[in-house]
């Protein structure tokens, strides 16, 4: 269809707003959600977590799972729930022990910078209460609102799985990265396999686009960024239009910062995510024009509310007035955000409804 | 004096290459040095640190510390000497206690996050040391190599002063930032005061050119750039101009991604330094084509050697070979780094000479 930036397409009805984004329309105000929008900062989900007893029994319990990836929905009139789990259920899938460290984030053992990477073999059926969770979330979804599926891109899954855990500056998967190219090589390959698979399987179960995280992608110098953020996203996606040619992928490469105009060209992502540190309006000129953005809040700014947060929001509505915009965070929702100040936000970015 | 860019001027003879270039010349081969050039890498600097017994006693022993920053001159043609000292002497200047605890970074106590601002008084004669290390160094350079005094940038300096040590993302400062403009921004101009003196004094002692090392600029949403990074460093550099003309000022905004270009823009600085994530080419084109670049090999480039160092270090002396250029790591050499591989980097560097 051809369409001409200057003309806001909201005309065509509301159908699934984030959707049309996607496909290259723009709406005034554009669709919003929020990165990490089920999570701590909702009593609601801080209580089913506490019963659940642990994170990973929560996503593995496809009822609690699809209560909590509703919940924001209930309270807020975004356009899009995004499937509750996490970007570290893949080496679970293929057989790395995956636990959740109380204050101090996930680890994964034995961490493969001292193991053989060709002992990962998928196990059967760990992905299948996930899919659980996509068809219980898309039964009871209303009519506008967009199924996200997700997962991790294989350069940050790699990071975790080579480190065994979150790390400053990913410096053991660098390292490794520079000193047995062949092995990371194999690494990345094994991740992107098991990642198709996976994200065919949340398309297949309902969801309707996709998000890749690669929330590690700031810590690579250009040429392995080209190696390790670029080209395997790019396979990815190949693969996946290849598959579902109608299901829309959103990439994520936090922290790309000069690099993000290259992310955008090479890899055919149908979007780009663009993180809270980056200028709307430098991103705006940097990016093509008909190409969708996300983004990108400061968590912090919606933490602080009140002033703050109306002057970032309008800049950010301002710089990408003119181009396919999905408003959200940079970064995931902080925990101690106020419910208010999320209400607060969706009423700047939604007043004008 | 008018020059054109596409003229290389080394046809001037060598003089000090590294100034000749922060003036806006361009040499070929250009100038070199590296971040932490004096550091752990060399076994005459472990040997000295353990003597020593810390490194606030080495930093603080003005003999040893000019020993230290001359070492690595002593085994490699470099342009420059940098000033052996660390940006955490500001805050020790003006009351905070400082220690380096072993593996695990320095600590500055107590934290500002709950301590009182104005208590922050500066403690008399706490950087003369530093200044006979400056004289000291300055006495035994040789003519051709450049003398670089250093001071962390407000905004880094403010982030270890906040949350008393290095933080993985720098959220104290940043919430303090958005929670308490006032006190913050007191903090700012506090540290802007001495930091503007304690460079003042570096000249005076002897330095010819200063770096302002902003390492953790890259994670400020663009406002709050503008506001702790940029606006900071743009009043320092005035008042340093306005004092010392003839003095270059080496901006170096780790992570700034694409705010470089307004950083570059707004401060004045006369030379930016970019970090191993910044493709040089983007870079290249992107700032101004008469703007000195500093940077920017991947220090694990480095450390990896062989065909990869080649490749890496031939990228960015094409990228940049049509401006001023210094060459230099994007971030400090790390501590098991290979002396062959330094040499290797000379050579590649500096061969043709």
Chains 1, 2 share one sequence.
């Not at 999570?39 to 659940?52: C, S, T, V």
């Not at 193991?115 to 969770?133: E, N």
């Not at 109608?246 to 890899?267: L, N, S």
């Not at 999320?342 to 004008?352: I, T």
Request: hydrophobic share 40%; glycine share 10%.
């Amino acid at each position: 269809m051809a369409r001409s930036p200057s003309e806001p397409t909201s005309a065509g009805g509301p159908g699934k707003p984030l959707l049309a984004v996607l496909r290259g329309e723009r709406r005034d105000p554009p669709p919003l959600w929020l990165m990490r929008q089920a999570g701590r900062y909702l009593a609601e989900y801080r209580a089913l977590r506490q019963a659940k007893g642990s994170f990973l029994n929560l996503v593995y319990d496809s009822d609690s799972a699809a209560n909590v990836t509703l919940q924001p929905l209930d309270r807020f009139p975004l356009d899009a729930a995004i499937l509750f789990s996490d970007i570290l259920i893949v080496p679970f899938a293929i057989g790395q022990n995956l636990t959740f460290v109380t204050g101090e984030g996930p680890r994964l053992t034995p961490p493969l910078i001292s193991a053989d990477i060709d002992s990962l073999k998928p196990v059967p059926g760990r992905l299948d209460p996930i899919y659980q969770t996509v068809r219980k979330v898309k039964a009871s979804l209303s009519e506008t609102v967009t199924l996200i599926g997700f997962a991790g891109a294989p350069w940050t899954v790699a990071t975790y799985m080579v480190a065994g855990q979150g790390s400053r500056d990913q410096s053991d998967p660098r390292r490794l990265a520079y000193a047995d190219r062949g092995r990371f090589g194999a690494l990345i390959e094994r991740i992107e396999e098991v990642t198709f698979d996976y994200l065919c399987g949340q398309v297949e179960a309902g969801a309707e686009a996709l998000q890749l995280f690669d929330s590690w992608a700031g810590s690579l110098a250009p040429r392995q960024f080209e190696d390790w953020v670029i080209a395997p996203t790019a396979r990815l996606v190949a693969r996946l239009k290849d598959r579902y040619p109608d299901v829309p992928v959103i990439g994520f490469p936090k922290g790309a910062g000069g690099k993000i105009r290259a992310y955008a060209a090479e890899t055919a992502v149908d979007a780009v995510g663009i993180d809270e540190t980056v200028d709307p309006q430098w991103a705006n000129a940097e990016l093509p024009d008909d190409l969708p953005v996300q983004g990108n809040l400061d968590p912090l700014a919606l933490l602080a509310g009140g002033e703050t947060l109306v002057r970032d929001v309008r800049a950010i509505l301002d710089a990408f007035a003119g181009r396919p915009h999905i408003f959200n965070l940079g970064h995931g929702i902080l925990q101690d955000t106020p419910v208010e100040h999320v209400e607060q936000l969706v009423e700047l970015v939604k007043g004008g409804e």
